[in-house]
C-alpha cells in the first residue's frame, strides 16, 4: 500500500510540474508586443512669416527613429495640414500586416483658414523588420500622399519627403 500511495505522490508531482510548465508557455506567448500608437506632440499653427523649421512649406516631411530596445519608433511628420485653429489634433493608428496606416484628424474646425503643423508620433511594439507607412491627412486631397516603405533591421533612422503646392502648402 506504501507503494500505491509513493506512485500515486511521484505521478502527481508530475502531473503539477507539466501543468505549470505548460501555464508558464502559456504566459510567456502573451507577452509578445502590443501594437498601440499615439500622438505625443504637436506644434502650434505655423505661420507662413516665421521660421520654426528648415523644412521649405512646399515639403511635406516624416523624420523617423527606431529604439529597437524599446520597440518603440517615433514619426515627426512636419508641415501636415490642419484648420488653423482646430479644437484638438488627434491620430488614430493601425498595424496590417506590415502597414502602419497612421490618419490625422481634428475634432474641430472652427475657423475659415487652414495652416500647417507638425506632429510627433509614437508607436509602440514594433519590431525590427521592414514596413510600409502610409499617412491620412484630411487636407492633402488630390496632392502626393505620405506612402513609403522602412527596413528597420537596416536604417533605424531616415527621412521622407513630398511636395506640395496648394494650400495650406506653398501658399
Known amino acids: 500500500m506504501k507503494k500505491l500511495f509513493y506512485l500515486f505522490g511521484v505521478f502527481s508531482l508530475i502531473v503539477l510540474i507539466t501543468i505549470s510548465c505548460e501555464k508558464e508557455n502559456e504566459e510567456g506567448n502573451i507577452n509578445q508586443l502590443v501594437f498601440s500608437g499615439q ?25 523617423y527613429t527606431f529604439d529597437n530596445i ?14 488653423c485653429c482646430p479644437d484638438s489634433l488627434y491620430v488614430q493608428t493601425l ?9 490625422e ?6 475657423c475659415n483658414c487652414n495652416c500647417l503643423y507638425d506632429l510627433e508620433i509614437e508607436l509602440n511594439g514594433i519590431e525590427a523588420k ?6 491620412i491627412e484630411p487636407y492633402a486631397i488630390d496632392q502626393q ?12 533612422e531616415g527621412d521622407f519627403c513630398v511636395t506640395r503646392k496648394r494650400y495650406p502648402w506653398g501658399n
Open 95 to 103: 498595424l496590417n500586416g506590415d502597414t502602419i496606416i497612421i490618419q
Open 39 to 63: 500622438l505625443i506632440n504637436n506644434s502650434t499653427c505655423k505661420k507662413k512669416t516665421s521660421n520654426e523649421t528648415n523644412t521649405s512649406d512646399t515639403l511635406s516631411c516624416v523624420e
Open 130 to 135: 521592414k514596413y510600409q507607412i502610409k499617412f
Open 105 to 110: 484628424y481634428e475634432a474641430n474646425a472652427p
Open 145 to 156: 500622399e505620405i506612402i513609403f516603405n522602412l527596413d528597420l533591421k537596416t536604417n533605424i
Open 70 to 83: 524599446n520597440n518603440k519608433l517615433v514619426l515627426k511628420h512636419i508641415n501636415t495640414g490642419f484648420n
